[in-house]
């Protein structure tokens, strides 16, 4: 009997599956380095035994359901993670909430060579817009202890000054802080705070900061990039970097100033970009923008469950404000690039 | 034959000869398409970017567009409380994202359902269109309490999908049988739910689903806008208003109206709530006095004074026929099953 198929079929379709999957993988983007948790996002626990609280008669008005609180700007994640803008939120109903956990802040802040002259600026506005009302503890981390200020501080508040070294470049200054967060949150944080708020110090409160941004792990919008596409955004782009996120990946541009959450999740989010700094150090490669570049890495798999507006961190160089922003919270004060960074 | 006679015989299995032997032969439209399904499912195994064979250690990234910080999801209702609580609506969520956080947490999902007396008659359906969309993917535990075990329908479940059967005692009054979940979801969360699932969702049983009921509803407590009462002014809710009930309201106070039929969430925040109502509802009954609305009444008090930390938008609770279909419904996911009041509570 004649063979029933030619082989010129056979070699025909032979090529056709080989160019299928020959294709999928060329295309395949990045290699998921070993020790990076399985899968894209991970959802981020709420803290065991944090209760839904009892709350006592309050009177404020009704929110009305086909009535957006913001029209102008999204105020919910894809993974329904809040988006704090002014006027999302009733800040009496949070205090009471949070009052009635009876929960304290830490606020960490690393004041090292010549960014100990931010301080007290820093500290005084943050005593009259930082958690006011509720348990506050500043940790304020410096090489040089016997300059830190003194600030006067509100009832229910402390600073506690932490010791840590300096590194001569101003870029492993910066990267650092990862490391010295998470051991500090490991030894110390977690027998003393509930919620951490990690700061770049250069910076002033100008307007309200609360309890409104409080929950397991929130990242703050970069102002620069809060409405840009994100193939714009300035991720790492070289995959020798474990900071690497693919052109069409990204969620937002989160700004290393102004992160937090539950000790517990800032430790871990601290423990991974440190250690993925040094995965990329021994491969002799640095983040474009340092631990910025790995807290958007890591935020891209671990979604925060809040995010804050640029209200909550704005920058000083940017000239005008976009109407969306009704109020500037927290923004960064004038410097001298060149004089602050070097002896 | 010699290898000069087989060679030239195999040459003669010319061109012509082949596609002779090809008109005949059935395998090459077979293999054609073969060759169709193959590209059909080559592009499709690469577009929807699962991870390639072989132990390559390869992921590609998931995809989906990007969150626009200026442009809400909706533009026509509120999609958070004031208290920062998302308020569940189409357009607001992608389940992929969450479906995804969820998997990896691997969660299991109980749905509580009471089919007493004669509503055993809607449990078929009720669990038929649960199978094809409430939480499909993910573990789920159907627990269903009846009097009359021997009348619970066999539906066949997904695979990580389980039921159990729970007997309780039946109540003369519609409205004690009604009453009396709280008292046996606040018993079996101690007892059975907190060992056996992460996350409760309580039902009444007389609906159907009709669309995407998934994870997105899951958070520490949740409750619904009633469907009737997402428009209205706090004064017209059907709240409890005598003072002398635990579930009273004062008309200046609450947030929404929200719906017995449907809510939940983790199991201990689920029994607080359930507890909280079957004690409150006891204490009613010492003083002589039933909320007007009956465990909604006392859900609703619950509600006002611990927030739920979700909401979800009347697409999780809808009556079509009482309704129709407003344009700010993008879905409607989970409908009343038309009924006989009458018929039903009766004996």
Not at chain 1, 22 to 40: I, N
Not at chain 2, 28 to 36: C, D
Not at chain 2, 97 to 108: A, G, M
Request: glycine residues 6%; hydrophobic residues 40%; contains cysteine.
């Amino acid at each position: 009997k004649p063979k029933c198929y030619p082989l010129h079929s056979v070699v025909l379709l032979t090529i056709l599956i080989l160019a299928f999957f020959g294709y999928g993988f060329l295309s395949s983007r990045h290699l998921m380095p070993a020790g990076v948790r399985a899968g894209h996002s991970v959802a981020v626990r709420d803290p065991d035994g944090w209760q839904v609280v009892t709350l006592s008669r309050m009177l404020y008005p009704q929110p009305m359901v086909l009535t957006p609180s913001r029209s102008d700007a999204l105020t919910v994640t894809p993974w329904l993670a809040p988006i704090i803008w002014e006027g999302t939120f009733n800040i009496d109903l949070l205090n009471e909430q949070f009052w009635l956990q009876n929960l304290t802040v830490g606020l960490t802040v690393f004041a090292v060579k010549k960014y100990m002259v931010f301080l007290k600026a820093f500290l005084e506005t943050a005593e009259q817009h930082f958690m006011v009302g509720h348990h506050v503890t500043y940790y304020v981390f410096t090489d040089r202890p016997a300059d830190v200020p003194h600030v006067l501080l509100k009832e229910g508040r402390q600073l506690v000054v932490l010791s840590v070294r300096s590194y001569a470049r101003w870029q492993d200054v910066s990267m650092h802080r990862m490391e010295m967060i998470s051991n500090f949150s490991e030894q110390r944080f977690r027998h003393e705070v509930d919620y951490l708020v990690c700061s770049d110090v250069d910076m002033k409160f100008w307007d309200h900061v609360g309890v409104e941004i409080l929950s397991p792990l929130f990242g703050t919008l970069h102002p620069a990039f809060y409405t840009a596409n994100r193939k714009a955004f300035t991720y790492e782009r070289r995959r020798r970097s474990q900071a690497y996120i693919p052109w069409d990946e990204g969620d937002f541009y989160y700004i290393g100033a102004f992160f937090g959450g539950s000790v517990a999740e800032v430790q871990q989010l601290t423990s991974a970009c440190h250690q993925a700094m040094m995965v990329d150090k021994a491969k002799g490669i640095e983040a474009v923008w340092h631990d910025e570049s790995h807290l958007n890495k890591y935020l891209l798999h671990h979604k925060p469950t809040k995010v804050l507006s640029p209200e909550y961190l704005w920058g000083d160089w940017l000239l005008d404000w976009h109407p969306v922003l009704k109020k500037l919270r927290f923004v960064t004060v004038p410097k001298n690039r060149q004089k602050i960074r070097n002896p | 034959m010699t290898l000069p006679e087989h060679r030239a015989r195999r040459e003669a299995a010319s061109p012509q000869d082949a596609r002779k032997a090809g008109k005949r032969c059935p395998l090459q439209p077979l293999l054609l398409g073969l060759l169709l399904l193959l590209v059909f499912f080559g592009y499709g195994f690469l577009s929807s970017r699962r991870p390639m064979p072989g132990g390559l250690g390869v992921r590609p990234g998931m995809l989906y567009p990007q969150p626009k910080a200026l442009t809400p999801s909706r533009s026509d209702v509120l999609v958070l409380t004031p208290w920062l609580a998302p308020i569940v609506w189409e357009g607001t969520f992608s389940p992929e994202i969450l479906d995804e956080q969820f998997r990896l947490q691997n969660v299991t999902v109980g749905l509580t359902v009471f089919a007493v007396k004669k509503y055993v008659a809607f449990l078929r359906l009720f669990l038929e269109t649960a199978e094809q969309h409430f939480m499909v993917g993910h573990r789920v535990t159907y627990y269903v309490f009846t009097d009359r075990p021997a009348d619970v329908p066999h539906v066949p479940l997904r695979e990580g999908r389980r039921l159990a059967v729970l007997a309780v005692r039946s109540h003369a009054r519609w409205q004690d049988v009604s009453m009396q979940r709280m008292e046996v979801i606040s018993r079996f969360s101690e007892q059975r739910f907190r060992r056996e699932v992460d996350y409760l969702v309580c039902a009444d049983v007389d609906m159907k689903f009709r669309d995407h009921v998934g994870v997105e509803i899951l958070s520490p407590l949740f409750g619904t806008l009633h469907p009737g009462f997402y428009r209205a002014d706090r004064r017209a809710f059907a709240y409890e208003r005598r003072p002398r009930s635990q579930a009273y309201i004062p008309p200046d106070e609450g947030d929404f109206y929200y719906m017995g039929a449907l809510f939940g969430g983790s199991v201990a925040e689920v029994q607080r709530l359930a507890s909280a109502c079957h004690q409150a509802t006891v204490l009613d009954k010492a003083n002589g006095i039933e909320a007007v609305w009956h465990d909604e009444s006392h859900l609703n008090r619950y509600l006002l004074y611990h927030k739920p930390t979700k909401v979800l938008s009347p697409e999780y609770l809808w009556d079509q026929r009482l309704l129709g279909w407003p344009s700010v419904m993008k879905k409607l996911r989970f409908v009343a099953v038309p009924k006989n009041h009458e018929e039903m509570r009766s004996p």
